[in-house]
């Protein structure tokens, strides 16, 4: 008989830890287990797009209305919900989730287990936020980094080493093959031919999108058979739009806004670049390796470790479009080591980081904590 899981997360949008949820939930679903994703309807962001998402894939969904940081309202209505749905494993992503599985578990006592992703400290606030989240992590039974970075700050901040187990994130590798449209989706967002340098991912300083557009606007200076492509939504696309104004490279660089087609939006690339101050294990250098791209990648988090420099991409200093730049053209002239490096890159993806291999690495970890 198959576990009965809840995935519990308050999103704010379908992001990397969105990504993670719905593949893990989909191959625990198709392992035989009953799986259903609790959303927060935050009365601030009352965001449905992963409610949206698990939906269309014959994910069942349940979504528990807060109003507040701590609504006690809201931790009563997931006590009794999962109780009531005689849940095995309470599985939480994010600080907010977290600290609600903790709270509402006091009187169920069912096992509970968090997947860290990653810890943005870009305000006061946040680093708030990643103080308590550290704090109740304390009363989980298993807590799952998704990098060996995260791994070590988990250490760092007093967790016990026999509760953290390590999953690297998982993607669904058939959706990502250079046949994935069997469409020109290049003619839909340029008008003549060219290499497209893109990017995915949430629009905000993290991810270091001004630094790709100053390695953008060198790149151009050299090539002018070159558009850059920068798929994703968020607080800074304005000042991003006008940071391609300024620099003068605006008629070649093509902003999409938010997409779900990302395997069609990958295939348009010549080079994905990820040009982050800082990650964990992020899903869109996963999703690029799968697509057989020509990868330029920041130092930071795992990545390292998951893209080996010369083999399956090229590595660069993060804040330095310098180095950005001197990636992207040097698989511009050399096209049979960016095919080659691609291709590297998409066998690695295909043995190590699929999704099927994330479940049942979660199936053992929740095994162990009820058997």
């Avoid at 919900?81 to 989730?97: A, I, L, Q, T």
């Amino acid at each position: 008989m198959g576990l009965k899981i809840l995935q519990l997360i308050s999103s704010a949008g379908f992001f990397g830890a969105e990504n993670v949820l719905l593949e893990l939930s989909c191959e625990l679903k198709n392992l035989g287990h009953s799986v259903t994703v609790g959303i927060f309807q935050n009365l601030h962001n009352p965001n449905f797009e992963l409610a949206e998402s698990a939906k269309n894939i014959g994910i069942d969904t349940h979504v528990f209305k807060c109003s507040g940081k701590i609504d006690l309202k809201t931790v009563s209505l997931i006590s009794s919900y999962v109780r009531e749905n005689s849940f095995d494993v309470v599985h939480s992503h994010g600080y907010k989730s977290n600290i609600y599985a903790v709270l509402s578990n006091m009187r169920n006592k069912k096992k509970l287990v968090a997947t860290c992703h990653n810890w943005i400290e870009s305000s006061r606030r946040m680093s708030l936020y990643t103080l308590l989240d550290k704090l109740f992590l304390k009363r989980f039974d298993a807590v799952v980094p998704v990098s060996t970075t995260v791994h070590e700050l988990l250490l760092k901040a007093g967790l016990r080493r026999d509760r953290l187990f390590l999953i690297e994130n998982g993607i669904n590798i058939n959706r990502f093959n250079s046949d994935a449209s069997g469409k020109d989706f290049r003619s839909l967002f340029f008008a003549c031919p060219g290499f497209v340098i893109g990017t995915v991912g949430r629009l905000t300083h993290e991810k270091g999108h001004a630094y790709m557009l100053k390695a953008a606007k060198r790149v151009l200076n050299e090539r002018k058979d070159c558009f850059f492509m920068i798929v994703g939504d968020g607080a800074l696309k304005r000042n991003l739009e006008d940071e391609a104004m300024a620099l003068g490279i605006a008629d070649r660089t093509v902003f999409t806004g938010r997409r779900s087609d990302i395997p069609e939006m990958l295939s348009v690339m010549d080079i994905f670049v990820l040009p982050s101050l800082t990650e964990g294990q992020p899903m869109a250098l996963l999703e690029a390796m799968a697509a057989g791209k020509a990868i330029v990648a920041s130092s930071v988090g795992d990545v390292p470790r998951i893209l080996k420099n010369g083999e399956t991409g090229c590595i660069v200093a993060p804040e330095n479009p310098d180095e950005l730049a001197d990636g992207i053209l040097m698989y511009i002239k050399d096209r049979p080591k960016a095919l080659k490096n691609a291709g590297q890159a998409r066998a690695e993806a295909f043995k190590k980081y699929s999704s099927a291999r994330m479940a049942k690495q979660y199936l053992q970890v929740y095994d162990s904590l009820i058997n």
